[in-house]
């Protein structure tokens, strides 16, 4: 079953161009090892199977030719055992020659019908092993006898070699004369329906097959290797621990695999083989109170290979290996010729499948899928199985990703991390993690090599890319100065002892600014100073109405109050300002920012005039000033109004309840403090001598003497998302007091606000313009890496199309998760928490997209059955698993997404469609 000598001149043919005689050639699930063999005179080959009976039939086909003297002798051993394993049935034996040479079937029937096995008689000893268990029902009285003969007198042969060659030619007999379909032994034949051919079959002899078989292995007929036998290899190993061997991954070169195609477990077919090998009783497998019909011991090893919900995740695991070490991979697997007549519900999986994921560890150009139509045996009908045998053959181009998979499983198992003494001394809206960051560095580049990223935000690429650690070149750009002093206030090189003396001057001034916080303790009437004042304010303009203070008393320590009459005018009190410009906000009420607002309606009037009196004492400290102002800058969301939650993702934003306004010098003053562990942190992990640039400009406006072409390795960035995070307008909130200035003119975004109306177009065009800059200024076969986050399918296609038609080859992508955020909450089915990284490789040969003409309703037919196998293989998945972990690189390599995208808004409509959500567990299920 399943042998692949007819198909031995295709697949040679095929590979002829894939394979030299320098190779050595794994043959990882060997069966029959027809592959193997043929492959033996010009190329060291492995072997390997987890049945033993194939590692049997491997170790004889490549190891030495029989010695023409054995088989005399081992046939006149073969007749004494006989003669001892028959004795106690010689009756039976007699009387089964006389029913078979009258050709009576009924006679014969009811011998076998009053014939005592362990299957119908307790009481029935399993010795000898085939007579008193496979006798009457696989095979006949007398070749059940033989086969005992045989294999007690393999046990008398000292030579390991001829061991193999002996086995394998009982085998061959006992497929012969087996009465089952087609020599399968998954269960004997019943006997009244089959009489003629129960005739046939048992008229047979075992001995005779075997002794006949013998001569394949004997020269001239054996096909001997031109290099040593010891070369060659055999292994009883399930696959994955096989891939694990040195000896695997630094001798092979062309693995041949010929996995299972249907659920039809192997080792059901060929379960004698092994028995015949063990040659011991085991307990027998019952099912459902009775034995089963195949007769099975139940030590029978069970393939995950075999079954629909594993399948191609083992398949991957081989295509995932064999990209990341370098191995040109063929696949042999047949899917029937027409699927949309003949049944296919018990294949393990679709060849589309099977083809994509080979696609997604090669490339599209890394992989060669040839066809011939072939026959498969249909097991119970008469009729053989139309197919077409793919042969699926995978090797690396030159552009290839050869690390994908390995990046994808770690960054799947890193905890994402954003917390560490460097980015916790500021804050900026959706920074990346540094540890993913990390991973993708590591990689995709090495030391030397310069690191881009054209949207650098709070810096995180630049940061890692020149620490000691990595020590890339590195370049950033960034329209705002704010970002870009954050990077190079990071970059500097401190001395910590003298920052420490001058801040501890600083706090100390800072610290006679508690004056504007004195309340009253109730409890001892002494002088507290206020931390916290929380209250409520329904409209802008109107007057706040104090809830409660949090204060703390040199006697009292930390307590809380009700705000009293001093309280309550201190918090009203106007001040006049003269450093912070009270400049106006731009209109656009989606960041809460309404006409006519000003930057001080977002501060309580007393910390609007602290902040006025810190920037006049940050004057004085001229040789940390601008690290003051950067410590300020990380505080500032928090000294305006808040929330009790102290929420920073809306900078501009103030509650209407619950409103809190906090200690500002208190704010600072730690930052302050804390500054010291980030020198400690930039000491630690960053030389003097590093080599970044940092350009403050629209990355759409990037020249060549800016940055050469051909001079990046590596893109790692997170471009702006449509309208989802307001940067430059954000930036409103640091001009008026640090004088940061910020660009809405070249921001790329989506915005309605009135004073600017930027378009979905016009954001797509401008990253257009970007993309097409880093086409030249990439390297060829360089990687870029972009975060993305967006469900829109209609955004998905036009992003993928702008980076296609700028010679960026999409290659994959992979999810990186976060912590659950008001909007997933609420609405999880529809909702993708965290962000999809895409990986992309320059290759200057690719022209665009693959486009289909699919029929939409047959895309989405073949959508969904990529979408149930998921859900078969992996159990209920949540919306971004199915979008992130698969199914966009699904719909982008057939060329569907621009289709689809034309039929739906998101992929949850389809979902919807065909899949079932639980709202209890947020994922999707096919019941």
Not at 161 to 171: H, K, T
Not at 606 to 635: A, C, G, P, W
């Given at each position: 079953m399943g042998s692949k000598k007819g198909l031995i001149g295709f697949i040679h043919s095929t590979l002829k161009d894939y394979v030299t005689e320098n190779d050595t050639i794994l043959d990882i699930f060997a069966g029959t090892c027809a592959v193997g063999y043929s492959y033996k005179k010009t190329n060291a080959v492995y072997a390997n199977d987890i049945e033993k009976y194939s590692a049997y039939i491997a170790k004889a086909l490549l190891g030495q030719p029989l010695d023409n003297e054995i088989v005399p002798a081992f046939l006149e051993t073969v007749q004494r055992k006989y003669a001892s394993v028959s004795r106690g049935r010689a009756a039976e034996i007699d009387a089964e020659e006389r029913y078979l040479k009258a050709d009576s079937a009924d006679e014969l029937i009811g011998l076998y019908s009053g014939y005592k096995t362990v299957w119908n008689d307790e009481k029935t000893k399993p010795e000898p092993l085939f007579l008193s268990c496979y006798a009457s029902n696989y095979f006949g009285i007398r070749q059940a006898a033989e086969i005992d003969a045989i294999r007690a007198a393999i046990d008398e042969v000292q030579d390991e070699?001829?061991?193999?060659?002996?086995?394998?030619?009982?085998?061959y007999a006992m497929k012969e004369c087996v009465f089952a379909k087609d020599g399968h032994m998954a269960q004997p034949l019943e006997l009244q329906g089959n009489r003629s051919r129960l005739l046939a079959q048992r008229k047979k002899s075992i001995v005779e097959f075997f002794r006949a078989k013998t001569d394949d292995f004997r020269l001239p007929n054996f096909c001997v290797s031109r290099h040593a036998p010891s070369r060659n290899k055999v292994y009883n190993l399930d696959f994955e621990q096989l891939l694990n061997l040195e000896e695997i991954k630094e001798n092979v070169s062309v693995i041949y695999a010929d996995p299972p195609y249907t659920d039809m477990q192997y080792s059901r077919y060929y379960h004698l083989l092994n028995t015949v090998i063990e040659n011991r009783f085991s307990e027998p497998t019952v099912l459902n109170g009775s034995y089963t019909k195949g007769l099975y011991f139940n030590n029978r090893y069970q393939s995950k290979l075999s079954q629909k919900n594993t399948c191609l995740g083992q398949m991957e695991k081989l295509i995932a290996f064999s990209s990341e070490y370098d191995k040109t991979l063929v696949i042999s697997f047949g899917f029937p010729q027409d699927a949309q007549t003949q049944k296919t519900d018990r294949y393990v999986l679709d060849i589309s499948e099977l083809i994509a994921k080979c696609k997604e560890h090669f490339g599209d150009d890394g992989v060669n899928v040839q066809t011939v139509p072939y026959e498969h045996s249909n097991n119970r009908n008469s009729a053989n199985k139309k197919v077409l045998e793919y042969l699926i053959v995978c090797k690396k181009s030159r552009f290839a990703p050869d690390k994908i998979e390995r990046v994808k499983e770690r960054i799947k198992n890193a905890a994402p991390s954003k917390n560490n003494a460097l980015y916790n001394s500021h804050i900026y809206w959706a920074q990346k993690p540094f540890n993913i960051c990390d991973i993708l560095i590591e990689e995709f580049s090495k030391e030397g090599d310069t690191v881009f990223d054209p949207f650098l935000g709070s810096g995180v690429t630049l940061l890692e890319a020149v620490k000691n650690q990595y020590r890339r070149k590195a370049i950033g750009c960034e329209i705002n100065q704010a970002p870009v002093t954050i990077v190079k206030t990071l970059l500097r090189d401190y001395d910590l002892a003298d920052y420490s003396a001058d801040a501890s001057v600083l706090v100390g001034e800072l610290r006679a600014l508690d004056e504007y916080y004195q309340t009253t303790c109730p409890k001892c009437g002494g002088t507290g100073i206020i931390h916290s004042v929380t209250f409520d304010r329904p409209e802008r303009t109107a007057k706040a109405i104090l809830k409660k203070i949090s204060y703390e008393c040199p006697v009292c320590k930390k307590a809380e109050k009700s705000p009293d009459e001093r309280d309550i005018a201190a918090f009203e009190r106007k001040h006049e300002t003269?450093?912070?410009?009270?400049?106006?906000?731009?209109?656009?009420?989606?960041?809460?920012?309404?006409?006519?607002?000003?930057?001080?309606?977002?501060?309580?009037?007393?910390?609007?005039?602290?902040?006025?009196?810190?920037?006049?004492?940050?004057?004085?400290?001229?040789?940390?000033?601008?690290?003051?102002?950067?410590?300020?800058?990380?505080?500032l969301h928090l000294c305006k109004i808040t929330d009790t939650h102290s929420n920073s993702q809306w900078p501009l934003w103030t509650p209407k309840t619950g409103c809190v306004e906090k200690n500002a010098v208190h704010l600072l003053c730690n930052r302050i403090e804390k500054f010291k562990s980030t020198i400690k942190y930039i000491k630690e992990n960053y030389s003097a001598e590093k080599d970044y640039l940092l350009l403050q400009k629209g990355s759409q406006y990037i020249t060549d003497e800016d940055i050469p072409n051909d001079s990046v390795h590596l893109i790692v960035t997170d471009p702006p998302y449509l309208g989802q995070v307001a940067y430059s307008e954000y930036m409103q909130l640091y001009r008026p007091f640090l004088g940061y200035e910020f660009n809405l003119d070249d921001?790329?975004?989506?915005?309605?606000?009135?004073?600017?109306?930027?378009?979905?177009?016009?954001?797509?065009?401008?990253?257009?313009?970007?993309?097409?800059?880093?086409?030249?200024?990439?390297?060829?076969?360089?990687?870029?890496?972009?975060?993305?986050?967006?469900?829109?399918?209609?955004?998905?296609?036009?992003?993928?199309?702008?980076?296609?038609?700028?010679?960026?080859?999409?290659?994959?992508?992979?999810?990186?998760?976060?912590?659950?955020?008001l909007k997933n909450i609420i609405s999880p089915k529809k909702s993708l928490s965290g962000d999809a990284i895409l990986i992309f490789v320059k290759d200057s040969s690719f022209n665009g997209m693959a486009q289909t003409n699919d029929n939409p309703d047959e895309i989405e037919a073949n959508v969904l059955r990529y979408i149930e196998q998921t859900v078969r293989q992996k159990g209920p998945q949540t919306t971004p698993e199915l979008y992130d972990d698969g199914l966009i690189e699904y719909l982008i390599y057939n060329g569907w997404l621009e289709q689809l995208s034309g039929k739906y808004k998101t992929l949850v409509e389809l979902f919807e469609k065909h899949l079932i959500w639980n709202s209890r567990t947020s994922k999707w299920s096919l019941e």
């Open positions: 070699n001829a061991v193999y060659i002996l086995f394998s030619c009982l085998f003269s450093r912070i410009a009270n400049q106006r906000l731009h209109e656009n009420t989606k960041l809460a920012v309404y006409r006519d607002e000003r930057i001080a309606d977002i501060f309580t009037p007393r910390n609007f005039k602290v902040l006025d009196e810190i920037l006049r004492l940050l004057e004085r400290h001229e040789t940390y000033q601008d690290v003051y102002k950067y410590i300020l800058m990380s505080v921001e790329i975004i989506v915005t309605s606000s009135p004073e600017r109306k930027k378009t979905l177009d016009e954001y797509f065009d401008s990253l257009d313009a970007v993309f097409g800059i880093c086409d030249p200024k990439m390297k060829e076969g360089g990687y870029f890496c972009m975060y993305f986050h967006d469900c829109s399918l209609n955004v998905w296609n036009r992003l993928i199309g702008i980076m296609s038609n700028n010679h960026f080859k999409y290659l994959t992508q992979t999810h990186v998760g976060k912590t659950n955020t």
